[in-house]
């Protein structure tokens, strides 16, 4: 999810309960953009705006934004094309997210059949409320054969491509820019758990991201569902590779990142291991592709000078729950795995050590002459001695954690030894290929 979530409202306030519709409806404007996004705002101030109907609708997704918080209760139901009726109390998640305007806004709701009728009782609510109704005409592609298929394990994992989901919803608009990736940052969708419908789903986000937001595409590179399957975000349009395409999934800060969103909400549940074994996979590919130590840190350009883990999640640059805590809590493991993958694919990514549990890497190594050397906990004044093979102590340094510094030494194999307050760390073999 893309925004900060600080109130938690829609699921506390939004009770099922029963619902009427009064009979005094005020007209209501209802501005279709496009055959794929309509919207309406409306003032809510009296006892005769107390319900709003919309029918003779066709969509497939909705977001409600409100002024304020929610004071009182507001009853929400929509009908399906059956004629079915849906209460939205409980697709509502607890957590609303408050827009940069200061406005407040439920998660995309996002269903798995057309809705044609929207009811909603606004309680005591005064104030401005905009509706936004999304249509994505309903594909069906054989996603499930795609799935876990990653012919060899170290090649970018099979998806589907936005070509295919994509399928009659308009194209994304040009230019696309490329940016070189350091930092893989996790999401997940805040969506439903239980929601099956994965094509579906990607492509009502990818409706709100471009018709609601404004964005030129979906705002991630690639998106994997509860099923394993993964699906390719941003449509690179020709100019670079899909995965160093500049995205829109971290809170402005989108240089030199990558962004995988989890279809889910992973506050309170963990994501399915179907869904972590593809991910973990995709980072590796990712990791393997461009040289990127998972370990390590680099500075983010507008991340004010700090330090930003290299595979992190989207709250460690940006004021969200997002990618949810039961998800976050496995970064740590999905990090670990998906080096240990990139590793044994080629990906030379350090010298590995844990030393009372505290895991040094040396990164890279083999070198072109410059280093970082990382470590789980901060170290406070790390030297590195650095010894010829015939044991002469040819250079030694004190250096910053996380920062790359440079070798000064010809090409050839060299031991080294790192030390934190005359304790020896760790000790290993550095090759310098310059
Ligand atoms: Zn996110």
């Known amino acids: 999810m893309i925004l900060k979530t600080i109130y938690r409202l829609c699921g506390i306030l939004i ?5 009427s519709i009064s009979n005094a409806q005020p007209t209501i404007e209802l501005t279709t953009v496009n055959n794929f996004y309509s919207f309406t705002t409306l003032s809510i101030s ?3 705006h107390k319900t709003t109907k919309l029918d003779g609708l066709k969509y497939t997704s909705l977001k409600i934004e409100v002024q304020k918080p929610y004071e009182n209760p507001i009853l929400i139901t929509s009908k399906n094309t059956n004629g079915s009726l849906n209460n939205l109390s409980t697709y509502f998640s607890e957590n609303a997210d408050e827009g940069f305007d200061g406005t407040f806004s439920c998660p995309l709701q996002i269903f798995d059949t057309p809705q044609t009728e929207l009811n909603i009782n606004w309680g005591n609510y005064k104030g401005f409320v905009k509706i936004e109704l999304f249509n994505a005409p309903p594909i069906s592609i054989a996603t499930q054969s795609k799935l876990n298929k990653a012919g060899s394990r170290c090649d ?4 589907i491509s936005y070509n295919v989901w994509r399928e009659f919803l308009p194209n994304p608009k040009p230019p696309r820019e490329a940016t070189d990736v350091e930092h893989l940052v996790v999401h997940h969708s805040a969506g439903s758990n239980t929601d099956t419908n994965y094509i579906n789903i990607v492509r009502n986000i990818y409706l709100f991201h471009t018709q609601s937001n ?5 705002g991630y590179n690639f998106l994997v569902a509860p099923n394993g399957v993964i699906f390719n975000g941003r449509d690179p349009q020709g100019v670079a590779d899909d995965d160093n395409i500049l995205g829109a999934h ?7 990142t990558m962004g995988v969103c989890m279809l889910g909400d992973f506050m309170k549940v963990r994501p399915t291991k179907k869904a972590i074994f593809s991910l973990k996979y995709l980072l590796a590919w990712k990791l393997k592709k461009d040289g ?3 370990f390590g840190q680099t500075k983010h350009p507008q991340n004010t000078g700090n330090l930003l883990n290299n595979l992190c999640g989207h709250r460690d640059g940006c004021s969200t729950d997002c990618p949810g805590d039961s998800l976050y809590a496995l970064l740590p493991l999905i990090k670990a ?4 993958i ?13 030393l009372k549990n505290k895991r040094v890497t040396i990164f890279p190594n083999p070198s072109k002459g410059a280093i970082t050397i990382s470590y789980d906990n901060l170290i406070t004044t790390p030297i590195i001695m650095i010894y010829g093979l015939a044991g002469n102590l040819v250079y030694e340094t004190s250096y910053t954690p996380n920062k790359p510094f440079e070798i000064p030494l010809s090409s050839g194999l060299y031991y080294f030894k790192i030390l934190d307050n005359k304790s020896i760390l760790f000790q290993g073999i550095l090759k310098i290929e310059r």
Do not use: H, V, Y
């Not at 404004?214 to 979906?218: L, N, Q, R, V």
């Not at 971290?250 to 030199?256: E, I, L, S, T």
């Open 46 to 48: 009296d006892s005769t």
């Open 337 to 340: 795995e998906a080096a240990r």
């Open 250 to 256: 971290f809170c402005g800060k989108n240089q030199n």
């Open 15 to 19: 009770f099922i309960g029963f619902f």
């Open 156 to 159: 970018k994992p099979e998806m």
């Open 292 to 294: 990127i130590n998972a």
């Open 214 to 218: 404004g964005w030129d595409d979906i």
């Open 342 to 354: 990139a590793d044994s694919c080629g990906l030379i990514i350090a010298n590995i050590s844990f």
